[in-house]
Structures are given as structure tokens and as C-alpha cells.
């Protein structure tokens, strides 16, 4: 516990801003997906809280196409990071 206390008081404040960001966006888009995916299908057409969501689609195509998006980018600098080290070796 003591460690993680040093840890926290050795940061600037605006990492914990950041950081306090990051985590209250995850926990907004992780309860808007969860009610979107888990309750919103079996609401009625009718009902007012189907307003504030996309076609239930979505609900697929999008986390695929932010799957895809980030496993390009990883890939993309592990690619440009290898080739450097390479391109280093050669050098020498």
C-alpha cells in the first residue's frame, strides 16, 4: 500500500487528471455499450430510452471496426519499431 501511495504522490497533477479522465470515459462508454447490448433489445419500439441509441447493428460493427483499427495500429508500430532495429544492426 505504501508503494502505490509513493507512486501516487510522485505523479503531477496533470497525470491524474488525465488519468481520472481516461477512467471516467471507460466506465461512461462500458455502461452505455452494456445498456445498449444487454437491455435496449428487449425494450418495447416505443419506449423513449430507444432515442438515445443506435440501431442495434451497431452494437457489432462498431467494436469490430475499433478492433480492427487498434490491432492495424499495434501492428503498424511493431512493424516500424522492428524495422529501425534492424535497419541499426545493418549500420553497425
Request: hydrophobic share 50%; glycine share 4%.
Given at each position: ?69 487498434g ?22
Open positions: 500500500m505504501y508503494i502505490l501511495t509513493f507512486l501516487w504522490q510522485q505523479q503531477g497533477s496533470s497525470d491524474k487528471i488525465f488519468g481520472a479522465t481516461c477512467v471516467s470515459a471507460a466506465a461512461v462508454i462500458f455502461t452505455y455499450f452494456s445498456i445498449w447490448t444487454f437491455i435496449v433489445p428487449f425494450l418495447d419500439e416505443t419506449s423513449p430510452l430507444q432515442n438515445y441509441f443506435l440501431p442495434y447493428q451497431y452494437a457489432i460493427y462498431l467494436p469490430a471496426a475499433v478492433l480492427v483499427a490491432l492495424s495500429l499495434v501492428t503498424a508500430f511493431f512493424i516500424k519499431t522492428t524495422s529501425k532495429g534492424k535497419n541499426k544492426q545493418k549500420a553497425k
